[in-house]
């Protein structure tokens, strides 16, 4: 299984980028997909996340109503729509797949996740 997040770039505050996570070696029908940042200086959050079995999803509390994760299985492609950026969401920023669960929903931490892109790089900065 093969991540390939990309997207990332620098960006004024109040801009916005598309994060782009393509899978291949694996059918994202019902995996579950994260997105994940590591900020300088800080551990790795979960930020956004769906459940590619019947959409469910979930954010953090600090990107709700910024931040829209959506799909395209034509593509196998999972999307991070980032509005209103700050720089405080200046990170890396990686994509991860997870097993299918058994339950509605998606996981918010990185230990239920077993596949991991590479990272892009998220500035946002004036």
């Known amino acids: 299984v093969q991540l390939q997040a990309s997207g990332g770039g620098l960006v004024q505050p109040g801009g916005s980028l598309r994060l782009s996570c393509a899978a291949s070696?694996?059918?994202?029908?019902?995996?579950?997909v994260g997105w994940f940042r590591r900020a300088p200086g800080k551990g790795r959050e979960g930020i956004s996340c769906?459940?590619?079995?019947?959409?469910?999803?979930n954010y953090l509390d600090s990107v709700k109503g910024r931040f829209t994760i959506s799909r395209d299985n034509a593509k196998n492609t999972v999307y991070l729509q980032m509005n209103s950026l700050e720089p405080s969401d200046t990170a890396v920023y990686y994509c991860?797949?997870?097993?299918?669960?058994?339950?509605?929903?998606?996981?918010?931490?990185?230990?239920?996740?077993?596949?991991w892109g590479q990272g892009t790089l998220v500035t946002v900065s004036s």
């Open positions: 070696g694996l059918t994202l029908d019902y995996n579950t």
């Open positions: 769906i459940n590619m079995k019947d959409s469910s999803t």
């Open positions: 991860a797949v997870g097993p299918p669960r058994a339950v509605t929903g998606c996981p918010d931490s990185e230990y239920e996740y077993n596949h």
